[in-house]
């Protein structure tokens, strides 16, 4: 996640290639980060800083975001 908040699309791949034997484990957040809330997946934080060359890195390694649901919605 810090790759990402650095911008470095090399680094990211390289810390995504460690992921080839748990390939669902690189979508998911950090779960014990002081920097970063759980929910936050790597896709958001691209996002959210605008790297558009590390958004466009995830989804080709097919990472996508759910969809939000109501705050009613009871799911």
Same mark, same amino acid.
Request: charged share 20%; aromatic share 10%; net charge positive.
């Given at each position: 996640?810090?790759?990402?908040?650095? @911008?470095?699309? #090399? !680094?990211?791949?390289?810390?995504?290639? !460690?992921?080839? *034997?748990? #390939? @669902?484990? *690189? +979508?998911? @957040?950090? +779960?014990?980060?002081?920097?970063? #809330? =759980? &929910? =936050?997946?790597?896709?958001? !934080?691209? %996002?959210?800083?605008?790297?558009?060359?590390?958004?466009?890195? !995830?989804?080709?390694?097919? &990472?996508?975001?759910?969809?939000?649901?109501? #705050?009613? %919605?009871?799911?």
């Amino acid at each position: 996640m810090t790759a990402i908040c650095i @911008g470095s699309r #090399p !680094l990211v791949e390289f810390i995504l290639s !460690l992921f080839m *034997e748990y #390939p @669902g484990e *690189e +979508r998911n @957040g950090c +779960r014990k980060s002081k920097s970063f #809330p =759980m &929910h =936050m997946t790597p896709l958001m !934080l691209a %996002c959210i800083c605008n790297n558009f060359s590390i958004v466009q890195c !995830l989804l080709l390694r097919k &990472h996508y975001m759910q969809l939000p649901h109501r #705050p009613d %919605c009871k799911f």
